[in-house]
T-cell receptor, first 112, second 115 residues
């Protein structure tokens, strides 16, 4: 069954600290993996995209990694800010179709 | 570009009433998706269109749900009759697809409450 699982479900950290969010998937055939950020009451916004051949990609303080062999991805947030408080959703797409499988997200709260 | 525009942002209705949600995709995008988001199930695909043609509606819960895309700049999702379990946030997203699935651009969502 094609699934995307994320951990932890929720996370609370202090401002300035780093954190890492995890995503495991069983989607096959795999095309690409994206991390989306969803602020409360808003639509999701793409942070990064990673294809099969990419291991690491950065977007400012966000760094995503991908291990296609173990089918795992992580999103590392450096020097967290209050504005990082949001849900982070891992989305995997199939090769050959335009369907996407969404994880249920990790809710991050950054405290001052 | 204004992005994906959805209306209404909030809708409160009574069970049995008809609900129509609207979406204007980003100009030039060839794919349009309707998703439903709940706390328990996250984002679920309801239906998607390619060049205004419905491609996959297997996610539509039941016959009470219908979606149309009469032209490249407008789509509707209709629920008739509505039920309390339909309460959720409904997102429209559009995309420009190439050799690989493209980035989804989401609207701000329509929060539906059915009493």
């Amino acid at each position: 069954k094609n699934q995307v699982e994320q951990s932890p479900q929720s996370l609370i950290i202090l401002e300035g600290k780093n954190c890492t969010l995890q995503c495991n998937y069983t989607v096959s055939p795999f095309s690409n993996l994206r991390w989306y950020k969803q602020d409360t009451g808003r639509g999701p916004v793409s942070l990064t995209i990673m294809t099969f051949s990419e291991n690491t990609k950065s977007n400012g303080r966000y760094t995503a990694t991908l291990d296609a062999d173990t089918k795992q991805s992580s999103l590392h947030i450096t020097a967290s800010q209050l504005s990082d408080s949001a849900s982070y959703i891992c989305v995997v797409s199939f090769s050959g179709t335009y369907k996407y499988i969404f994880g249920t997200g990790t809710r991050l709260k950054v405290l001052a | 570009d204004a992005g994906v525009i959805q209306s209404p942002r909030h809708e409160v209705t009574e069970m049995g009433q008809e609900v129509t949600l609207r979406c204007k995709p980003i100009s030039g995008h060839d794919y349009l998706f309707w998703y439903r988001q709940t706390m328990m199930r996250g984002l679920e695909l309801l239906i998607y269109f390619n060049n205004n043609v419905p491609i996959d509606d297997s996610g539509m819960p039941e016959d009470r749900f219908s979606a149309k895309m009469p032209n490249a700049s407008f789509s509707t999702l209709k629920i008739q009759p509505s039920e309390p379990r339909d309460s959720a946030v409904y997102f429209c997203a559009s995309s420009l697809q190439g050799k690989v699935p493209g980035e989804l651009f989401f609207g701000e969502g329509s929060r539906l409450t059915v009493l």
